[in-house]
């Protein structure tokens, strides 16, 4: 089973949710397009490496939809599927081609609906983590990944979403 570097109490959280008719959006593919495409109706990937971009479109399920992106059209690619009202935005793009914060801005003035929003690293990514947390109610999730490294993937949403966060438990 293909599973994803995100932090292995974070991963227990979300298969507690409802996401199977739910739309996915993420900045930066990789094994967790692949991942997410079995959890949710509809996964939109965005990815600035065409070494990844190739991988994963080579293997990408037909619930996938992936878009190769630079610097000169992430502005309005971003926009144009911000405006599909995804359920859950992940940022988990390349940080030395495109700050994670000016991505997280992007989605935060952009976004058309209460969407969660996911941040892998936030601590490796303090603007983008600041940011977020001065702008939403927080949950990290601090842990192993699956390659063994100790991360934080963290939860960002507001009072309308948290409902969905928490009606499992």
Partial sequence: MIKPLLTKPFLKFFKKLKTKNKTYLE??????????????KRVISLE??????DKINNNKPENVELHLFSKNNINNLLKTK??????????DNNPHYISRLEIANLVHFNKQNNCII????????????SFLRDNYF????????????IST???????KNSKHLYENY
């Fill in 48 to 53: 600035d490496d065409r070494t990844w971009f």
């Fill in 27 to 40: 900045i930066g593919s990789g094994n967790s397009t692949l991942y997410f495409s079995k959890h949710f």
């Fill in 153 to 159: 993937t963290s939860i960002f949403f507001n009072e």
């Fill in 82 to 91: 911000l405006a599909e009202k995804p359920d859950y935005i992940m940022i």
């Fill in 118 to 129: 996911i941040l892998d690293n936030g601590p490796w990514n303090l603007p983008a983590f």
């Fill in 138 to 149: 927080n949950l990290d999730f601090v842990g192993k990944r699956y390659d063994d490294e």
